[in-house]
């Protein structure tokens, strides 16, 4: 990974994660749904990142937010699932060796496998986090209506970011 997609990198950490703890933490809607933008930060991590790093980041990216919800590893466990997740689809849908684009995004992937990829990621990410944090079958209609209005929120808010920072790429 060059300097200049590390800083990138760094600071959209710094901002997605702001962004999540101090903006986003206490946005609900009945206690129904909640987004979590702070997973965009490792679903755009670059291809050619090795497994372990990712897993450490998403570990770690878990643990900051456990941090401040009081979770108790809630969040750490859900970002490595999607972090599992993440590395399983990318290496079913692409050749790691062909890809010539830095990172799995909107403007490099184009909208059907973003979207796809989005979808996955994050509806594995919010299974983990609903169930985790409820932590009991007998209200698993309420927890499924949690993750999927949650994941609905989060999808949108994500793609949002995507389009507003959407570059054209010459394909």
């Not at 497994?51 to 990216?61: D, E, P, Q, V």
């Not at 995004?105 to 989005?118: E, H």
């Amino acid at each position: 990974m060059n300097s200049r997609l590390l800083i990138v990198n760094v600071i959209r950490w710094f901002i997605l994660l702001f962004v999540q703890i101090f903006l986003l933490k206490n946005m609900g809607f009945y206690d129904l749904s909640t987004p979590f933008i702070y997973v965009l930060f490792l679903l755009l991590l670059p291809f050619g990142m090795p497994n372990i790093l990712l897993y450490l980041l998403a570990f770690g990216t878990g643990l900051t937010l456990d941090a401040f919800y009081d979770t108790m590893g809630v969040h750490a466990t859900a970002c490595v699932v999607l972090a599992f997740v993440r590395i399983a689809f990318i290496s079913i849908s692409l050749n790691r060796d062909a890809i010539d684009d830095p990172e799995p995004s909107l403007s490099y992937m184009g909208f059907q496998w973003f979207a796809l990829y989005a979808l996955l990621c994050v509806l594995a990410h919010h299974l983990v986090l609903f169930f985790l944090e409820t932590f009991r079958l007998t209200e698993i209609g309420y927890t499924l209506m949690r993750c999927g209005l949650s994941c609905i929120f989060t999808l949108l808010i994500i793609l949002l970011v995507e389009f507003i920072f959407y570059r054209r790429t010459a394909r």
